[in-house]
C-alpha cells in the first residue's frame, strides 16, 4: 500500500503564515511529482502547486508568490509554506503523488487532507 499523510494545518489570521506537510509512505519505489490540491465549500478541487522530483515547480494564479511547494525526496516529504494567507484561500489541503510502487506500477495517490482557515 501507499499512503500519503498531510499535517500542518490550523487556523490563521490574514498575513500569517502556515507550513503543511505531507508524508508517503508504503510500498514506493519512486515519486515522480508530488502536488497540493485543495477544496473550499461549495467549490472543485483545484492545483495549487506541484513539484517534480527533478525540483520544477508550478502554482496556481491565485497563490503564485505567496507559496512555495518543496519536497525532500530521500524521505518521501512534501512541504507547502504558506505565507500573506487571505481568507479565500480557507479549504481542505490535499496532497497528491505520482507514484511508483515497489510493485513497478505508476497510480496517483491522495492523502486525507488538512483543514486550512483564514479568518480574523
Known amino acids: 500500500q501507499v499512503q500519503l499523510v498531510e499535517s500542518g494545518g490550523g487556523l490563521v489570521q490574514p498575513g500569517g503564515s502556515l507550513r503543511l506537510y505531507c508524508a508517503a509512505s508504503g510500498s514506493i519505489f519512486s515519486i515522480y511529482a508530488m502536488g497540493w490540491y485543495r477544496q473550499a465549500p461549495g467549490k472543485q478541487r483545484e492545483l495549487v502547486a506541484a513539484i517534480t522530483s527533478g525540483g520544477s515547480t508550478n502554482y496556481a494564479d491565485s497563490v503564485n508568490g505567496r507559496f512555495t511547494i518543496s519536497r525532500d525526496n530521500a524521505k518521501n516529504t512534501a512541504y507547502l509554506q504558506m505565507n500573506s494567507l487571505k481568507p479565500e484561500d480557507t479549504a481542505v489541503y490535499y496532497c497528491?503523488?505520482?507514484?511508483?510502487?515497489?510493485?513497478?506500477?505508476?497510480?496517483?495517490?491522495w492523502g486525507q487532507g488538512t483543514q486550512v482557515t483564514v479568518s480574523s
Open positions: 497528491n503523488a505520482d507514484v511508483r510502487s515497489t510493485y513497478n506500477r505508476r497510480g496517483d495517490y
